[in-house]
């Protein structure tokens, strides 16, 4: 069970009503500086929330998707947010793939050199293969705010060059670190160059940062993210 670190007194909470769940959705959304929640429709049952609309850049949709996330009793999420540029903003797809290469190429954190990239129509295809999962998170978050780009497909692989063993505890201690985790209801196997997380969260939220931090492992290939969330046990702080 994950819980918020915290030394006030907590209560059990239950699974969220559906309208509580997508008011909660539609509030984050609406905090957010970068979005308008007029674009964005909001709909949630069984705490899966969908999301439907049309903005005019990747990083809004990225950035809705986010927000809905972070919001507790989110158990999965399906989007359905188009992309739409504006004519001002419009890019050829040559202009947007040397765009991003010469952003890749200023970014010293990333051996571009390992990748191949692909513009159709405004939708990037990235392959190839990264020795860390940083760099493959640093490539996308670079492209995410370029203009003309409609969405982004990532082929990009993990080939690290470290060959030390991992350390299963290496990973636990880590996941204990966390601020916002407590790793007493999680389980990490490790296959060679393989973990796999199983066990229980309580936020699509946690489920993510469970799996950031593993990728953080030196010499790793690949994470098999197997946590389910369950809101319905969990307690966090009044």
Not at 177 to 200: A, K, M, P, Q
Not at 221 to 233: E, G, K, M, P
Request: hydrophobic content about 40%; proline content about 3%; aromatic content about 6%.
């Amino acid at each position: 069970m994950y819980r918020i670190k915290t030394t006030i007194p907590c209560k059990t909470r239950m699974m969220k009503k559906n309208d509580e769940l997508q008011k909660d959705v539609q509030d984050a959304i609406r905090w957010e500086p970068l979005l308008n929640a007029a674009e964005i429709g909001v709909t949630a049952k069984d705490g899966v929330v969908s999301l439907t609309g049309v903005v005019d850049s990747y990083a809004k949709k990225l950035e809705a998707e986010n927000a809905a996330k972070r919001v507790i009793g989110v158990k999965a999420l399906v989007v359905h947010i188009q992309v739409r540029i504006p004519n001002q903003w419009a890019k050829t797809d040559a202009e947007i793939a040397n765009n991003i290469l010469a952003i890749l190429k200023s970014n010293f954190h990333v051996p571009y050199q390992h990748l191949k990239i692909q513009v159709e129509n405004g939708w990037v295809t990235l392959d190839g293969e990264l020795p860390w999962d940083y760099q493959r998170e640093a490539v996308k978050n670079a492209i995410k705010y370029l203009r003309g780009v409609k969405g982004v497909t990532s082929n990009m692989g993990i080939k690290s060059d470290i060959r030390n063993a991992i350390e299963q505890k290496d990973i636990k201690n880590a996941l204990s670190r966390s601020l916002i985790l407590d790793n007493t209801h999680i389980s990490v196997n490790v296959s060679g160059t393989t973990v796999t997380l199983t066990g229980t969260v309580n936020s699509l939220f946690q489920k993510e940062e469970a799996g950031r931090i593993a990728w953080n492992t030196p010499g790793i290939s690949q994470v098999n993210n197997d946590l389910t969330i369950n809101f319905n046990f969990s307690t966090i702080s009044s």
